[in-house]
Protein backbone atom coordinates (compact mmCIF):
# COMPACT_ATOMS: atom_id res chain seq x y z
CA UNK A 1 0.00 0.00 0.00
CA UNK A 2 1.48 3.48 -1.42
CA UNK A 3 1.28 6.87 0.41
CA UNK A 4 -0.48 9.09 -2.38
CA UNK A 5 -0.56 12.64 -2.59
CA UNK A 6 -3.08 13.91 -5.10
CA UNK A 7 -2.83 17.50 -6.91
CA UNK A 8 -5.25 19.44 -8.87
CA UNK A 9 -2.35 19.79 -11.82
CA UNK A 10 -1.74 17.30 -14.60
CA UNK A 11 1.68 19.42 -15.82
CA UNK A 12 2.88 19.69 -11.55
CA UNK A 13 6.39 18.64 -11.83
CA UNK A 14 6.72 21.16 -14.36
CA UNK A 15 4.18 23.73 -11.91
CA UNK A 16 5.98 22.97 -8.98
CA UNK A 17 9.64 23.38 -9.54
CA UNK A 18 10.23 19.53 -9.03
CA UNK A 19 8.69 19.54 -5.80
CA UNK A 20 6.67 16.45 -6.39
CA UNK A 21 9.76 14.71 -7.65
CA UNK A 22 10.21 11.24 -5.37
CA UNK A 23 6.40 11.51 -3.86
CA UNK A 24 3.78 9.09 -5.44
CA UNK A 25 1.43 11.15 -7.01
CA UNK A 26 -1.96 11.17 -9.06
CA UNK A 27 -4.02 14.22 -10.34
CA UNK A 28 -7.78 14.99 -10.25
CA UNK A 29 -8.19 18.21 -12.52
CA UNK A 30 -11.03 20.25 -12.56
CA UNK A 31 -14.08 18.59 -14.70
CA UNK A 32 -12.77 15.16 -15.09
CA UNK A 33 -14.25 12.06 -13.63
CA UNK A 34 -13.32 11.10 -10.02
CA UNK A 35 -10.15 9.49 -9.70
CA UNK A 36 -11.41 5.78 -8.99
CA UNK A 37 -11.61 4.18 -5.60
CA UNK A 38 -8.62 2.34 -5.67
CA UNK A 39 -6.96 5.62 -5.64
CA UNK A 40 -8.75 7.40 -3.15
CA UNK A 41 -8.15 4.31 -1.33
CA UNK A 42 -4.15 5.24 -0.87
CA UNK A 43 -4.50 9.05 -0.34
CA UNK A 44 -2.64 10.54 2.43
CA UNK A 45 -2.11 13.83 1.42
CA UNK A 46 -4.56 15.89 -0.88
CA UNK A 47 -4.64 19.17 -2.65
CA UNK A 48 -8.58 20.12 -3.77
CA UNK A 49 -9.08 22.14 -7.13
CA UNK A 50 -9.95 25.52 -5.94
CA UNK A 51 -12.70 25.94 -8.10
CA UNK A 52 -14.11 22.14 -7.90
CA UNK A 53 -16.91 23.04 -5.72
CA UNK A 54 -18.74 20.44 -3.49
CA UNK A 55 -17.85 17.19 -5.51
CA UNK A 56 -14.03 17.80 -4.55
CA UNK A 57 -14.93 17.89 -1.03
CA UNK A 58 -17.29 15.29 -1.09
CA UNK A 59 -14.60 13.18 -2.04
CA UNK A 60 -12.60 13.39 1.15
CA UNK A 61 -15.41 10.93 2.81
CA UNK A 62 -14.00 8.24 0.44
CA UNK A 63 -10.33 8.53 1.56
CA UNK A 64 -9.70 6.01 4.25
CA UNK A 65 -6.30 7.01 5.15
CA UNK A 66 -6.40 10.56 4.36
CA UNK A 67 -4.49 12.92 6.50
CA UNK A 68 -3.79 16.20 5.55
CA UNK A 69 -5.74 18.68 3.12
CA UNK A 70 -3.76 21.66 1.65
CA UNK A 71 -6.76 24.01 1.00
CA UNK A 72 -6.45 26.50 -1.89
CA UNK A 73 -9.01 28.49 0.42
CA UNK A 74 -7.74 31.32 2.24
CA UNK A 75 -11.04 31.10 4.27
CA UNK A 76 -12.25 27.08 4.96
CA UNK A 77 -15.57 27.34 6.16
CA UNK A 78 -16.54 25.26 3.76
CA UNK A 79 -14.22 22.84 4.13
CA UNK A 80 -15.23 22.12 7.84
CA UNK A 81 -18.11 20.41 7.30
CA UNK A 82 -16.97 17.62 4.64
CA UNK A 83 -12.79 17.37 6.50
CA UNK A 84 -13.19 13.84 8.94
CA UNK A 85 -11.89 14.35 11.78
CA UNK A 86 -8.46 13.76 12.71
CA UNK A 87 -8.03 14.80 9.04
CA UNK A 88 -5.51 17.81 9.61
CA UNK A 89 -6.44 21.55 7.58
CA UNK A 90 -4.24 23.75 5.92
CA UNK A 91 -5.18 26.87 4.45
CA UNK A 92 -3.75 29.18 1.43
CA UNK A 93 -3.10 32.13 3.78
CA UNK A 94 -0.99 34.15 1.66
CA UNK A 95 -2.27 32.86 -2.31
CA UNK A 96 -4.70 35.52 -2.58
CA UNK A 97 -3.86 38.65 -0.72
CA UNK A 98 -3.04 40.36 -4.09
CA UNK A 99 -5.74 39.03 -6.15
CA UNK A 100 -8.52 39.91 -2.96
CA UNK A 101 -7.03 43.26 -1.96
CA UNK A 102 -6.48 44.03 -5.87
CA UNK A 103 -10.06 43.90 -6.03
CA UNK A 104 -11.29 45.79 -2.86
CA UNK A 105 -9.59 48.69 -3.90
CA UNK A 106 -10.87 48.40 -7.45
CA UNK A 107 -14.26 48.43 -6.00
CA UNK A 108 -13.85 51.31 -3.87
CA UNK A 109 -12.42 53.25 -7.18
CA UNK A 110 -15.24 52.09 -9.30
CA UNK A 111 -17.70 52.60 -7.21
CA UNK A 112 -17.00 56.03 -6.00
CA UNK A 113 -15.84 57.12 -9.21
CA UNK A 114 -19.19 56.41 -10.96
CA UNK A 115 -17.82 53.63 -13.38
CA UNK A 116 -19.95 51.03 -12.67
CA UNK A 117 -22.78 53.76 -13.85
CA UNK A 118 -20.83 54.83 -16.91
CA UNK A 119 -21.06 51.02 -17.90
CA UNK A 120 -24.52 51.37 -17.27
CA UNK A 121 -25.13 54.02 -19.79
CA UNK A 122 -23.14 53.03 -22.53
CA UNK A 123 -25.90 50.65 -23.86
CA UNK A 124 -28.13 53.81 -24.83
CA UNK A 125 -25.20 55.94 -25.02
CA UNK A 126 -25.81 58.25 -22.21
CA UNK A 127 -23.32 61.07 -21.27
CA UNK A 128 -23.25 61.04 -17.52
CA UNK A 129 -21.10 63.79 -17.22
CA UNK A 130 -20.67 64.84 -13.23
CA UNK A 131 -18.38 65.17 -10.11
CA UNK A 132 -17.89 62.02 -8.76
CA UNK A 133 -15.68 60.83 -5.51
CA UNK A 134 -12.11 60.51 -5.42
CA UNK A 135 -10.41 57.89 -3.09
CA UNK A 136 -8.13 60.51 -2.12
CA UNK A 137 -8.71 62.32 1.36
CA UNK A 138 -11.05 59.72 2.24
CA UNK A 139 -11.07 57.84 5.54
CA UNK A 140 -10.82 54.21 5.20
CA UNK A 141 -11.50 51.65 7.88
CA UNK A 142 -10.10 48.20 7.62
CA UNK A 143 -11.95 45.62 9.51
CA UNK A 144 -9.98 42.77 9.37
CA UNK A 145 -6.17 43.49 9.42
CA UNK A 146 -4.78 40.34 9.02
CA UNK A 147 -2.45 39.66 5.59
CA UNK A 148 -5.16 40.31 3.36
CA UNK A 149 -6.37 43.75 5.41
CA UNK A 150 -2.44 44.63 5.21
CA UNK A 151 -2.26 44.04 1.94
CA UNK A 152 -5.00 46.30 1.41
CA UNK A 153 -3.76 49.38 3.34
CA UNK A 154 -0.47 48.93 1.09
CA UNK A 155 -2.86 49.02 -2.20
CA UNK A 156 -4.77 52.36 -0.82
CA UNK A 157 -1.26 54.31 0.52
CA UNK A 158 -0.59 55.86 -2.81
CA UNK A 159 -3.75 57.07 -3.47
CA UNK A 160 -3.53 59.51 -0.90
CA UNK A 161 -6.41 58.79 1.99
CA UNK A 162 -6.56 60.97 4.40
CA UNK A 163 -5.80 58.15 6.88
CA UNK A 164 -6.57 54.30 7.42
CA UNK A 165 -7.67 52.92 10.82
CA UNK A 166 -6.92 48.89 11.39
CA UNK A 167 -9.37 47.11 13.28
CA UNK A 168 -8.60 43.25 14.52
CA UNK A 169 -9.72 40.91 16.92
CA UNK A 170 -7.82 42.83 19.45
CA UNK A 171 -6.59 45.60 20.35
CA UNK A 172 -2.57 46.22 19.99
CA UNK A 173 0.47 47.60 18.68
CA UNK A 174 1.78 45.92 15.48
CA UNK A 175 5.81 44.95 15.03
CA UNK A 176 5.99 48.35 12.75
CA UNK A 177 4.57 50.55 15.48
CA UNK A 178 0.89 50.81 13.78
CA UNK A 179 -2.03 50.76 16.05
CA UNK A 180 -4.68 48.45 15.58
CA UNK A 181 -8.20 48.84 17.55
CA UNK A 182 -9.87 45.97 19.00
CA UNK A 183 -13.38 44.79 17.07
CA UNK A 184 -15.14 45.89 20.16
CA UNK A 185 -14.00 49.56 19.30
CA UNK A 186 -16.21 49.67 15.96
CA UNK A 187 -19.02 51.53 17.40
CA UNK A 188 -16.57 54.50 18.07
CA UNK A 189 -14.82 53.93 15.03
CA UNK A 190 -17.58 53.59 12.30
CA UNK A 191 -19.12 57.03 12.50
CA UNK A 192 -15.65 58.90 11.01
CA UNK A 193 -14.87 56.69 8.01
CA UNK A 194 -15.99 57.53 4.19
CA UNK A 195 -15.01 53.81 3.42
CA UNK A 196 -15.46 50.28 5.43
CA UNK A 197 -13.59 47.17 3.82
CA UNK A 198 -14.92 44.08 5.34
CA UNK A 199 -11.76 41.15 5.02
CA UNK A 200 -12.49 39.11 8.38
CA UNK A 201 -13.34 35.63 7.73
CA UNK A 202 -16.39 33.98 8.37
CA UNK A 203 -16.69 32.61 12.36
CA UNK A 204 -19.52 32.98 14.90
CA UNK A 205 -18.43 36.14 16.21
CA UNK A 206 -18.38 37.55 12.92
CA UNK A 207 -21.02 35.99 11.05
CA UNK A 208 -23.73 38.77 11.20
CA UNK A 209 -21.51 41.56 12.33
CA UNK A 210 -22.80 44.21 10.01
CA UNK A 211 -26.35 44.51 11.00
CA UNK A 212 -28.91 47.44 11.51
CA UNK A 213 -26.94 48.55 14.44
CA UNK A 214 -23.32 48.92 12.86
CA UNK A 215 -25.08 50.34 9.34
CA UNK A 216 -26.48 52.97 11.82
CA UNK A 217 -23.34 53.86 12.78
CA UNK A 218 -21.44 54.20 9.76
CA UNK A 219 -21.69 58.06 8.33
CA UNK A 220 -24.35 59.31 6.23
CA UNK A 221 -23.43 57.99 2.27
CA UNK A 222 -20.63 55.92 3.48
CA UNK A 223 -19.50 53.15 1.60
CA UNK A 224 -19.44 49.52 2.64
CA UNK A 225 -17.03 47.50 0.81
CA UNK A 226 -17.35 43.28 1.46
CA UNK A 227 -14.56 41.20 -0.30
CA UNK A 228 -15.14 39.17 3.15
CA UNK A 229 -17.68 36.42 3.11
CA UNK A 230 -21.74 37.10 2.87
CA UNK A 231 -22.67 35.95 6.05
CA UNK A 232 -20.87 38.79 7.44
CA UNK A 233 -23.50 41.19 6.73
CA UNK A 234 -26.88 41.03 6.95
CA UNK A 235 -28.76 41.03 4.06
CA UNK A 236 -31.99 42.25 4.77
CA UNK A 237 -30.51 44.85 7.07
CA UNK A 238 -28.02 46.37 4.05
CA UNK A 239 -31.09 46.60 1.94
CA UNK A 240 -33.39 48.12 3.77
CA UNK A 241 -29.50 50.60 4.15
CA UNK A 242 -29.80 51.25 0.66
CA UNK A 243 -32.82 51.64 -0.05
CA UNK A 244 -32.81 54.85 2.69
CA UNK A 245 -29.79 56.09 0.90
CA UNK A 246 -27.87 55.69 4.22
CA UNK A 247 -24.75 54.00 2.99
CA UNK A 248 -24.13 52.86 -0.06
CA UNK A 249 -22.36 49.60 -1.23
CA UNK A 250 -19.90 47.73 -2.97
CA UNK A 251 -19.72 43.65 -2.81
CA UNK A 252 -17.81 40.64 -3.99
CA UNK A 253 -19.54 38.18 -1.36
CA UNK A 254 -23.55 37.73 -0.99
CA UNK A 255 -25.77 35.96 1.45
CA UNK A 256 -27.49 33.64 -0.67
CA UNK A 257 -24.70 32.85 -2.78
CA UNK A 258 -24.87 32.93 -5.46
CA UNK A 259 -27.40 35.84 -5.57
CA UNK A 260 -30.58 34.95 -7.27
CA UNK A 261 -31.83 37.09 -10.38
CA UNK A 262 -34.88 38.12 -8.16
CA UNK A 263 -33.41 39.34 -5.31
CA UNK A 264 -33.76 42.65 -3.89
CA UNK A 265 -30.35 43.84 -3.42
CA UNK A 266 -29.42 43.39 -7.27
CA UNK A 267 -32.05 46.60 -7.85
CA UNK A 268 -31.35 48.45 -4.47
CA UNK A 269 -29.49 51.69 -5.06
CA UNK A 270 -26.24 52.06 -4.59
CA UNK A 271 -24.85 49.00 -4.87
CA UNK A 272 -22.23 47.37 -7.09
CA UNK A 273 -21.82 43.70 -7.25
CA UNK A 274 -18.97 41.62 -8.03
CA UNK A 275 -19.27 37.39 -8.33
CA UNK A 276 -17.42 36.50 -5.65
CA UNK A 277 -14.32 36.50 -8.32
CA UNK A 278 -11.69 38.26 -5.29
CA UNK A 279 -9.15 35.69 -5.22
CA UNK A 280 -10.11 34.15 -8.87
CA UNK A 281 -7.26 36.21 -10.88
CA UNK A 282 -4.61 35.44 -13.17
CA UNK A 283 -2.48 35.94 -9.71
CA UNK A 284 -4.30 32.96 -8.47
CA UNK A 285 -2.06 29.84 -10.10
CA UNK A 286 1.38 31.12 -9.55
CA UNK A 287 1.26 31.85 -5.42
CA UNK A 288 -0.90 28.43 -5.37
CA UNK A 289 1.43 26.62 -7.05
CA UNK A 290 4.34 28.29 -5.11
CA UNK A 291 2.44 27.60 -1.83
CA UNK A 292 1.98 23.58 -2.98
CA UNK A 293 5.50 22.98 -3.95
CA UNK A 294 6.67 24.70 -0.49
CA UNK A 295 4.55 22.42 1.71
CA UNK A 296 5.75 18.93 -0.76
CA UNK A 297 8.51 20.31 0.13
CA UNK A 298 8.44 19.98 3.93
CA UNK A 299 6.16 16.74 3.48
CA UNK A 300 8.75 15.23 2.02
CA UNK A 301 11.33 16.22 4.52
CA UNK A 302 9.13 15.54 7.42
CA UNK A 303 8.08 18.77 8.97
CA UNK A 304 5.03 19.87 9.96
CA UNK A 305 3.24 22.08 7.15
CA UNK A 306 2.69 25.70 7.35
CA UNK A 307 -0.84 27.46 7.75
CA UNK A 308 -2.44 24.99 9.76
CA UNK A 309 -6.17 25.86 10.61
CA UNK A 310 -7.37 24.70 14.30
CA UNK A 311 -11.13 22.96 14.50
CA UNK A 312 -13.89 25.31 15.14
Known amino acids: MTDLVLLPWADYAESLGGAADGLDVAVWELGAPEPPQEVLDDVVLYVPEYQG ?19 LWA ?18 AGVHDASTAELAVGLVIAHLRGIDEFARAMPTGEWRKQRFDSIAD ?21 FEVAGIVRVATTARTDDGGREIHGIDELP ?4 GADVVI ?4 QTPATTGLVDAAFLERMKQGALLVNVARGPVVVTDDLVV ?23 PLWHAPGVLISPH ?3 NSSAFLPRAQRLVAAQLARWKSGQPLDNLVPRP
Open 53 to 71: GAAALQAMARMPRLRTVQS
Open 75 to 92: GVDAVWPHLPYGVALHNA
Open 138 to 158: KHVLIVGYGRIGQAVERRLEP
Open 188 to 191: SLLP
Open 198 to 201: LVVP
Open 241 to 263: ALREGRVRAALDVTDPEPLPAGH
Open 277 to 279: VGG
